[in-house]
């Protein structure tokens, strides 16, 4: 079954391109409004040799600002789940975080601390952290209440309940969240990269932009949705070797 959708996706995607491709020779639509995906790809394989720089960069940002975000949800999420005090009071924070566009945000940040790395991870730390805290509060309430009743009654701590039942317990949502994140953190990265750096993938884009080099922004395009794929099917395969109980 699995296979067979794989072969007609790839199959779709084939013939998307070959219509795009056509489409272009048909209606002669020059390379600078719209290449083919002939042209887009001669350029991937001309650009790694002069873009490494750049992937490196947006990959670094991307991997250690959703570590930090999610970290930071997970610690969040644990705290409001074991102090339900602690919980009404600052959930309602949490949730205005990401209220907040961080489009507004980013330039703030820039301001307060500059153009170098820092004020990018803090803008993709905060994209990923809401998906990872939300989901693990909400995978920690699903916990089953008759066992939690069982491990009492053989006098198991709080903590030992938090620790051996409800943590794994949560571990499916904790793995939507963070699959979620990872997208959102290259997505992140090359809007922090657009508000000012020196370098990265959203600079290639912006350069390439300006200079009607669509083909280029087109291979930047290509390399952001092979970084958030890579990251996405990482995470995907923990998730089954984890969550080997679904």
Same mark, same amino acid.
């Given at each position: 079954?699995?296979?067979?959708?794989?072969s007609?996706?790839?199959?779709?995607?084939?013939?998307?391109?070959?219509?795009w491709?056509?489409?272009?020779?048909?209606?002669?639509?020059?390379?600078?409004?719209?290449?083919?995906?002939?042209?887009i790809i001669?350029?991937?394989?001309?650009?790694?040799?002069?873009?490494?720089?750049?992937?490196?960069?947006?990959?670094?940002?991307?991997?250690?600002?959703?570590?930090?975000?999610?970290?930071?949800?997970?610690?969040?999420?644990?705290?409001?789940?074991?102090?339900?005090?602690?919980r009404?009071?600052?959930?309602?924070?949490v949730?205005?975080?990401?209220?907040?566009?961080?489009?507004?945000?980013?330039?703030?940040l820039?301001?307060?601390?500059?153009?170098?790395?820092?004020?990018?991870?803090?803008?993709?730390?905060?994209?990923?952290?809401?998906?990872?805290?939300?989901?693990?509060?909400?995978?920690?309430?699903?916990?089953?209440?008759?066992? $939690?009743?069982?491990?009492?009654?053989?006098?198991?701590?709080?903590?030992?309940?938090?620790?051996?039942?409800?943590?794994?317990?949560?571990?499916?949502?904790?793995?939507?969240?963070?699959?979620?994140?990872?997208?959102?953190?290259?997505?992140?990265a090359?809007?922090?990269e657009?508000?000012?750096?020196?370098?990265?993938?959203?600079?290639?884009?912006t350069?390439a932009?300006?200079?009607?080099?669509?083909?280029?922004?087109?291979?930047?395009?290509?390399?952001?949705?092979?970084?958030?794929t890579?990251?996405?099917?990482? $995470?995907?395969?923990?998730?089954?070797?984890?969550?080997?109980?679904?």
């Amino acid at each position: 079954m699995k296979k067979s959708i794989i072969s007609y996706s790839l199959l779709s995607v084939l013939v998307f391109l070959l219509l795009w491709e056509g489409s272009t020779y048909v209606f002669g639509i020059e390379k600078w409004i719209l290449p083919g995906p002939v042209v887009i790809i001669n350029e991937f394989f001309v650009s790694l040799y002069f873009i490494h720089e750049d992937l490196y960069y947006t990959a670094e940002v991307a991997i250690v600002g959703l570590l930090i975000g999610v970290l930071f949800g997970m610690i969040t999420a644990s705290l409001l789940h074991f102090f339900p005090t602690m919980r009404k009071i600052f959930y309602p924070y949490v949730v205005f975080s990401q209220n907040i566009p961080i489009i507004a945000m980013a330039p703030l940040l820039i301001i307060w601390f500059g153009f170098g790395l820092e004020s990018k991870l803090i803008v993709v730390s905060l994209i990923c952290f809401f998906p990872v805290a939300v989901s693990m509060l909400d995978g920690f309430s699903h916990s089953d209440e008759t066992l $939690i009743i069982y491990m009492k009654m053989e006098g198991a701590s709080r903590w030992d309940i938090f620790l051996h039942l409800e943590c794994p317990s949560a571990l499916p949502s904790f793995f939507s969240g963070l699959k979620l994140s990872a997208t959102y953190s290259v997505m992140g990265a090359v809007i922090a990269e657009w508000l000012g750096s020196e370098k990265g993938l959203g600079v290639m884009m912006t350069l390439a932009s300006h200079s009607f080099r669509t083909d280029r922004v087109f291979v930047a395009i290509l390399l952001i949705v092979l970084l958030s794929t890579g990251l996405f099917t990482a $995470i995907s395969f923990m998730e089954r070797k984890l969550v080997f109980w679904l």
